[in-house]
């Protein structure tokens, strides 16, 4: 879940495995858009660069410098 209020992007994020895990796995897996909102509310938000520092996979890997990615996000808003 992503918040931008007009300063910097925060994200709240969960991972869930399988193996470790199957309930909330499942729970997140079967989850509409609208109801991982809901399922956040414990999370607490971090900046991205956070993110990746406690390396919270974010579906993906930077190719470039945090600073230059994060430029590139915040000129698309």
């Given amino acids: 879940m992503i918040e ?3 300063t910097e992007p925060m994200i709240k994020s969960s991972q869930a495995d399988p193996e470790e895990n199957e309930g909330r796995y499942f729970m997140f897996d079967g989850a509409d ?3 991982i909102p809901d399922i956040l ?3 607490k938000f971090r ?4 993110a990746i520092k406690d390396e919270i996979p974010l579906g993906g890997f930077l190719d470039e410098p945090y600073e230059r990615w994060y430029q ?3 000129s698309k808003l």
């Fill in 41 to 43: 509310k414990r999370n």
């Fill in 4 to 6: 931008y209020t007009g």
């Fill in 47 to 50: 900046t991205f660069k956070k």
């Fill in 33 to 35: 858009y609208d109801e």
């Fill in 72 to 74: 590139s996000i915040i």
